[in-house]
């Protein structure tokens, strides 16, 4: 046997040294991470702590907007049951804390020509509803009725006054707090119905008159208990107030 030249037995001599050292080095437990991947830690337990809470609370809703009315000075002829209304005001159809009813279509917002007022009417009666709801935060909104025609005369169904512009229908608050006359005494909030009676009564009405069923009272000369009208007060003001 002819011996191998001193080149091949040196790369022999590598190769023999190289494979011992690979079998020295463990094997590494980790799995090999994909080309591409990018690792992240797991988060804290602690993480954020300090920070303050975020709120869950929906935000409030904007405050209600005042529709715009059109002022004009207004003249009440003749009687609540024999007159015409001269330069009238239209009541608005919706206003924070009111709602307006047509008794005979039986819906909100009433239709617009049954809500004209003398101007002195339309400002009392918002004023009064202002005042009511500021004293009792929370109650429902208050229901008001009809009012008079656009040039006041013969109203139709239902009313012998509201001719001249200074009668308005308002409707007692229901406890169930629904947005709708009540049907029967038993269902109004006697304590809020009587705050409304007072507030026209403080504001000048001449005349409120109020159901027999419903238990409310208020100056003798002024508050009158009357049939059909256990579901709402009509307040009538004098042409010099209203």
């Known amino acids: 046997m002819r011996p191998l030249p001193l080149a091949a037995a040196l ?7 190289a494979g011992l050292a690979a079998a020295q080095v463990p ?3 980790r799995p090999p991470v994909p080309t591409g991947t990018i690792t992240t830690p797991a988060p804290s337990e602690t993480e954020g702590e300090g920070l303050p809470p975020v709120s869950t609370t929906p935000p409030a809703p904007p405050p209600a907007v005042e529709p715009e009315i059109s002022w004009r000075d207004s003249r009440a ?5 024999a007159g015409r209304l001269v330069r009238g005001v239209q009541f608005p159809a919706a206003w924070p804390h009111l709602f307006t009813w047509d008794p005979l279509l039986h819906r909100s917002p009433n239709r617009s020509w049954r809500r004209w007022g003398t101007d002195g009417l339309v400002r009392v009666t918002l004023r009064v509803v202002r ?11 208050v229901g008001i009725g009809d009012l008079s025609r656009p040039r006041g005369g013969y109203f ?7 001719q001249n512009g200074l009668d308005v229908d308002v409707y007692y608050p229901r406890k169930d707090r629904l947005e709708r006359p009540p049907k029967t005494a038993v269902q109004v909030d006697r304590r809020l119905a009587q705050a409304l009676v007072d507030g026209f009564v403080a504001a ?3 005349k409120v008159f109020v159901g027999p069923n419903v238990g409310l009272h208020g100056p003798r000369g002024v508050v009158h208990e009357l049939a059909h009208h256990d579901n709402h007060l009509h307040a009538r003001f004098p042409r010099w107030r209203a």
Not at 77 to 81: A, E, H, S
Not at 131 to 141: K, T, V
Not at 156 to 162: F, L
């Open 131 to 141: 005042a009511y709801a500021a004293a009792h935060p929370g109650a429902p909104p």
């Open 204 to 206: 000048g009405a001449g």
């Open 27 to 29: 094997n590494d437990p």
């Open 77 to 81: 002829i003749g009687l609540p049951y």
């Open 11 to 17: 790369a022999v001599l590598v190769a023999f040294v």
């Open 156 to 162: 139709g169904p239902k009313h012998a006054s509201h």
